[in-house]
């Protein structure tokens, strides 16, 4: 394997996560320059932050794809970006309260909810955002998609109650929360950053044994995300194996024993 390979992708770009630092290279540049160009960019950014990013990429070259990509035909997509991303993580970052009138999904209108809102998800799964808040009236954890809110409006909240709120509602998602190990096989760790990129939407903590010369990625996430988690497993094949976690092992024994069934191997 490439001898700087563990260093540099696990090693140095952790500490500089952990500092706050974020390496981008000139190729991730003319992507974003090209990207900004899109009629979508004016509504995902201020004014301000829009001329911020043009200024500092004002030397760099566009990226063309014009003629290295070609696209074939395919089913509609919804938009990924949503109209109240921006103010939704205003009212979040200030933790203030929100009025929301939202539509379920048997038609019926909710209006003028108090809540307070936790966070922004955007599902993998099902290619859109939810909005998690917490029902003051209800004294519920809700969970709305974006497309659904009809309106959303400011509303004031004490801070140390907010504060409070928030405090358990982070606690009663954790406890939801259920940790999983997963090896990668050392025979596969010069794609460790491949590997790691497609657990890169979860939350993850990632250890290496020197002695073994192993990495283990110790992934927490809700259980209502297993099965995301069990597709990208899946996807990568015999480079990896589940440690800890007995949800997935016996759905990855019971995937692997139907394929050997199909073609006439019997499983022992």
Same mark, same amino acid.
């Given at each position: 394997?490439?001898?700087?390979?563990?260093?540099?992708?696990?090693?140095?770009?952790?500490?500089?996560?952990?500092?706050?630092?974020?390496?981008?290279?000139?190729?991730?540049?003319?992507?974003?320059?090209?990207?900004?160009?899109?009629?979508?960019?004016?509504?995902?950014?201020?004014?301000?932050?829009?001329?911020?990013?043009?200024?500092?990429?004002?030397?760099?070259?566009?990226?063309?794809?014009?003629?290295?990509?070609?696209?074939?035909?395919?089913?509609?997509?919804? +938009?990924?970006?949503?109209?109240?991303?921006?103010?939704?993580?205003?009212?979040?970052?200030?933790?203030?309260?929100?009025?929301?009138?939202?539509?379920?999904?048997?038609?019926?209108?909710?209006?003028?909810?108090?809540?307070?809102?936790?966070?922004?998800?955007?599902?993998?799964?099902?290619?859109?955002?939810?909005?998690?808040?917490?029902?003051?009236?209800?004294?519920?954890?809700?969970?709305?998609?974006?497309?659904?809110?009809?309106?959303?409006?400011?509303?004031?909240?004490?801070?140390?109650?907010?504060?409070?709120?928030?405090?358990?509602?982070?606690?009663?998602?954790?406890?939801?929360?259920?940790?999983?190990?997963?090896?990668?096989?050392?025979?596969?760790?010069?794609?460790?950053?491949?590997?790691?990129?497609?657990?890169?939407?979860?939350?993850?903590?990632?250890?290496?044994?020197?002695? +073994?010369?192993?990495?283990?990625?110790?992934?927490?996430?809700?259980?209502?995300?297993?099965?995301?988690?069990?597709?990208?497993?899946?996807?990568?094949?015999?480079?990896?194996?589940?440690?800890?976690?007995?949800?997935?092992?016996?759905?990855?024994?019971?995937?692997?024993?139907?394929?050997?069934?199909?073609?006439?191997?019997?499983?022992?």
């Amino acid at each position: 394997m490439n001898l700087f390979e563990k260093i540099f992708n696990y090693q140095v770009l952790s500490r500089l996560e952990d500092s706050g630092t974020f390496m981008i290279t000139s190729h991730e540049r003319a992507w974003l320059k090209m990207m900004l160009d899109h009629p979508a960019a004016v509504e995902a950014f201020t004014a301000e932050t829009l001329d911020k990013l043009c200024s500092l990429l004002e030397q760099d070259q566009r990226m063309d794809t014009r003629d290295h990509l070609l696209e074939k035909a395919k089913s509609t997509e919804g +938009q990924v970006y949503h109209s109240l991303l921006r103010s939704l993580r205003r009212h979040i970052t200030n933790k203030s309260g929100i009025c929301l009138t939202y539509q379920l999904k048997r038609g019926q209108v909710q209006s003028e909810q108090s809540g307070l809102p936790y966070k922004l998800e955007y599902s993998m799964v099902k290619r859109e955002w939810y909005l998690l808040w917490y029902h003051l009236r209800h004294r519920a954890f809700m969970s709305t998609r974006l497309k659904n809110i009809i309106t959303v409006s400011a509303e004031p909240i004490p801070p140390e109650k907010a504060e409070r709120i928030l405090a358990h509602v982070a606690r009663t998602l954790d406890s939801r929360k259920t940790d999983v190990v997963i090896e990668i096989v050392r025979e596969y760790n010069q794609e460790l950053s491949r590997i790691l990129y497609a657990f890169s939407c979860f939350e993850k903590d990632v250890a290496y044994d020197e002695e +073994q010369d192993t990495y283990r990625v110790r992934v927490c996430l809700p259980g209502d995300e297993m099965e995301f988690l069990l597709s990208k497993i899946r996807f990568l094949g015999k480079r990896v194996r589940v440690i800890e976690g007995s949800y997935l092992k016996r759905r990855m024994l019971e995937a692997s024993t139907k394929a050997l069934e199909r073609y006439g191997v019997e499983h022992t």
